[in-house]
Nanobody, 128 residues
Framework: QVQLLESGGGSVEAGGSLRLSCTAP????????MVWFRQGPGKEREGIAV????????DYDDSVKGRFTISGDNARNTIYLQMNSLKPEDTAMYYC?????????????????????WGQGTQVTVSS
């Protein structure tokens, strides 16, 4: 079982910012597609941002493009999700996942079923 550790969630008002972190074991982090998912109340888990830790190529779901930025720190085996201009509809539990598959094309990378290992998640609540 791969341990993924998410942190950084919290409660903010609309328009605010948060930065989430996800730390993975070094053998999973290296040259992997690492993805942020979220699951809002009564909704399916959806992929929103992906980064390849070898090339630093990124992609985003349209719902967060221009507001969220995914990045990686190879020295810390950690990816981040900088979330700006938060909206109430961003309220969700946020999870990270990884895959050794390449390239990190969104057609598969944003599919919940593509991943076997999940962390506990970190809750983000945005009030209006």
């Amino acid at each position: 079982q791969v341990q993924l550790l998410e942190s950084g969630g919290g409660s903010v008002e609309a328009g605010g910012s948060l930065r989430l972190s996800c730390t993975a074991p070094v053998y999973t982090y290296s040259a992997s597609c690492m993805v942020w998912f979220r699951q809002g109340p009564g909704k399916e888990r959806e992929g929103i941002a992906v980064i390849h830790t070898g090339t630093n190529s990124t992609d985003y779901d349209d719902s967060v493009k221009g507001r969220f930025t995914i990045s990686g720190d190879n020295a810390r085996n950690t990816i981040y999700l900088q979330m700006n201009s938060l909206k109430p509809e961003d309220t969700a539990m946020y999870y990270c996942a990884y895959s050794g598959r390449y390239p990190c094309a969104r057609w598969w990378a944003f599919q919940y079923s593509a991943y076997a290992n999940w962390g506990q998640g970190t809750q983000v609540t945005v009030s209006s």
